[in-house]
């Protein structure tokens, strides 16, 4: 077989109207988590990465997630999230426990102080999201930022 026997499709490129999307859309990915970033670093002293764990365990039941589940959610790997966490885990924020059937699963939990910190710099996040991303936009078009994020996340949640 040569490389003439093998079809290749034709390059589909952008656009004008899809570049003139894509390009702010590329804008805001790169831009929108180093200003929560330094936000966050800036008023309480932890990086965006450290506050969405805080913020996902506070919002399970008993604050609690398997580390498998907890790296699948905040969309971090395995080794980057035990890394974090075994760092907040020194600060007492969080608190890692194995699984008593399955010695290959972990549990994290968010601690009282880590809840206490959490509840302390979230005011300043949301206000910083509100400002960077909510305070220009209508309704219609908050709606409208709704329905075209989950048709982008689609594809990248298999």
């Known amino acids: 077989m040569t490389a003439e026997d093998v079809a290749t499709p034709a390059t589909r490129w952008l656009d004008a109207q ?3 999307a894509w390009l702010p859309l590329l804008r805001v990915v ?3 988590p180093q200003a ?3 936000q966050l670093r800036r008023e309480a002293g932890i990086g965006h990465a450290y506050y969405q764990v805080l913020a996902t365990l506070s919002a399970q039941p008993e604050r609690t997630l398997s580390m498998g589940e907890l790296a699948r959610m905040t969309a971090t790997s395995p080794s980057r999230l035990s890394h974090a966490v075994a760092a907040m885990e020194e600060r007492g924020w969080v608190a890692r426990r194995p699984c008593p059937t399955n010695r290959r699963i972990q549990y994290a939990t968010l601690t009282d102080e880590g809840l206490g910190l959490l509840e302390r710099i979230a005011p300043g996040h949301v206000a910083e999201v509100r400002r960077v991303v909510f305070d220009g936009l209508t ?5 409208q930022l ?3 994020a989950l048709a982008i996340l689609a594809p990248l949640d298999d």
């Open 139 to 143: 309704d219609e078009q908050v709606e």
């Open 30 to 32: 790169q831009l929108l």
């Open 36 to 38: 929560l970033d330094r």
């Open 18 to 20: 899809q570049m003139a």
């Open 146 to 148: 709704r329905s075209l």
